[in-house]
């Protein structure tokens, strides 16, 4: 076949020259240009090794973390060796379930991988316009799609640890232990919040835990919401003698930053039993959000699948062939980031099997690159990153290609994502956010569409989810809740829908709604 006829989709076009940058803008074009080539070159001198390394980050500063700090890592080595890893994200992802095409698909139900770009998985099942998919790069480019930033960025917070009591964290009380689960429970016991609110001054009420300031709001004498906080790692700990400190609701957190507005200010309510006053300071509202977030119900969507392998099988290179343990295919990924944050301008979560540190972390931003996959070199326009087949000599993958597709095209994607912030009684703290980089080539067919492609390393994300849009957390019991909030405690019907919330672990989202709805407001 000759170049011209694989070239045609790109004849004639008249591609529009937008600079590569890194997300903050902190690098010049000539630095980019070095790190991607300097990339591109080890990838070709040692695939296997390099196809291993993570992914490199850097901070909103754009200080270059080689490698992830310890402190930032959400497992710990052993847990990734031990496979215990695999085992809580595949715990998670069997609950995601969506309705696709008329039918409802859940991850659980399976016992199966909604892998690869076709199929049910697919950026249209995932992305808000779904039926308006941008799907070629020249589209991508002409509507000004390199790069995109949320104009209301997903906020910072704490994904809740199960061994500090999740939502029954007292985070604000300087004497709570927090080295270990046992050791905080103790403290928790031996300082009770009924005699806390009951013989406290108010400045000690107010150190209380979140959970803990819900159950005197709905004048709950059981503790049930709080005491439930605590039986997350009970049940660790009576089986394997420890709680694991990656263990918590991040996934809860990662969709209430996206989906909730940003709880700013102090709320003083009083408590259900009218006696006396209570202070919810943003993280304890954002404690709340997020606890409603990680076990009440609501719609989303996902792509992506489980992949309950440790160490997955891969090839001479290094490439993972294992097909339960490839997805998301760098097609699927492409075309969900470009548009969901470019056109739809709203966020995506992704999570990462294989990169231990991102978990459930919602996008904020995203710019892509090009290179040129058979010369290895950062390139500035998409005419130059395009190599046919029938040209490409040094392909890697070529075992892995679609028959469909013509030719590739190189993109490095610096992905920006937010991270966590610990909680605290301060108001107007400011958000943080990582950037990180990942490498791939894109497979397009003789539409210039784009249909598949490789990753270029194993530390990838590989699953996808967003609640829908508009869609609300609830817990079932929600109607039992019928009278007007006006002023002064619940009213007695919320109090009374509440407790029987707690009863299964969920705060009662009218509550939790009306805590957002005031620290947030003007």
């Excluded at 990924?333 to 294989?354: E, K």
């Excluded at 067919?445 to 829908?468: C, M, R, T």
Aim: charged share 20%.
């Amino acid at each position: 076949m000759k170049k011209t006829t694989q070239r045609f989709a790109f004849c004639g076009l008249t591609l529009a020259l937008l600079l590569p940058s890194t997300i903050a803008e902190t690098r010049d074009d000539k630095a980019l240009e070095s790190e991607i080539n300097s990339f591109l070159r080890r990838w070709h001198e040692d695939t296997r090794r390099v196809i291993n390394e993570p992914p490199t980050r850097w901070t909103q500063d754009g200080v270059v973390l080689p490698t992830a700090k310890p402190e930032e890592l959400r497992f710990s080595p052993e847990a990734i060796l031990s496979g215990a890893a695999i085992e809580e994200r595949d715990r998670l992802r069997s609950g995601f379930c969506m309705t696709w095409q008329g039918k409802k698909k859940c991850l659980g139900d399976r016992n199966g991988i909604l892998a690869g770009v076709d199929g049910s998985d697919r950026p249209e099942a995932l992305v808000d316009h779904g039926a308006y998919l941008v799907s070629t790069l020249q589209e991508l480019e002409s509507s000004g799609l390199r790069r995109s930033w949320l104009p209301a960025e997903p906020w910072s917070g704490d994904y809740w640890a199960y061994f500090k009591g999740v939502a029954g964290w007292r985070y604000a009380d300087g004497g709570f232990p927090g080295a270990d689960w046992l050791s905080n429970i103790q403290y928790i016991a031996a300082n009770p919040a009924d005699w806390i609110y009951r013989n406290s001054p108010s400045w000690a009420v107010n150190l209380l835990s979140p959970s803990e300031k819900y159950d005197l709001l709905v004048n709950d004498p059981q503790l049930e919401l709080t005491r439930g906080q605590w039986e997350y790692g009970r049940a660790q700990y009576r089986k394997n003698g420890n709680v694991e400190p990656w263990m918590g609701i991040c996934q809860g957190w990662a969709a209430a930053a996206m989906m909730i507005p940003r709880p700013r200010s102090v709320v003083r309510l009083v408590a259900g039993d009218g006696w006396r006053t209570l202070d919810f300071y943003p993280s304890d509202i954002q404690a709340l959000a997020s606890l409603l977030w990680a076990t009440g119900e609501f719609e989303s969507r996902f792509a992506g699948g489980r992949c309950r392998v440790a160490n997955p099988a891969t090839d001479a290179n290094g490439r993972i062939v294992d097909p339960d343990c490839f997805d998301a295919n760098p097609a699927l990924w492409h075309l969900a980031v470009t548009n969901q944050l470019g056109v739809s301008r709203r966020s995506l979560t992704m999570d990462a099997t294989y990169d231990y540190e991102v978990w459930n972390q919602p996008i904020v931003g995203y710019s892509y690159s090009y290179f040129n996959p058979q010369t290895r070199t950062y390139v500035r326009t998409l005419e130059e990153a395009w190599v046919p087949f029938a040209y490409f000599t040094t392909d890697r993958f070529a075992a892995y290609r679609s028959p469909e597709a013509l030719g590739v095209v190189g993109i490095a994607m610096d992905v920006s994502y937010m991270i966590g912030r610990p909680p605290s009684h301060a108001t107007g703290e400011p958000d943080y956010y990582r950037t990180v980089r990942y490498y791939y080539d894109l497979e397009l067919n003789a539409s210039a569409k784009v249909i598949g492609g490789e990753w270029y390393q194993n530390a990838h994300p590989d699953f996808l989810w967003v609640p829908i849009p508009g869609a609300r957390a609830v817990s079932q019991y929600e109607d039992l809740a019928t009278e007007t909030w006006t002023a002064g405690p619940p009213p007695t019907t919320w109090q009374l829908a509440a407790r029987e919330a707690s009863k299964v672990g969920t705060p009662l989202a009218r509550i939790v709604e009306a805590l957002i709805a005031l620290s947030s407001g003007p």
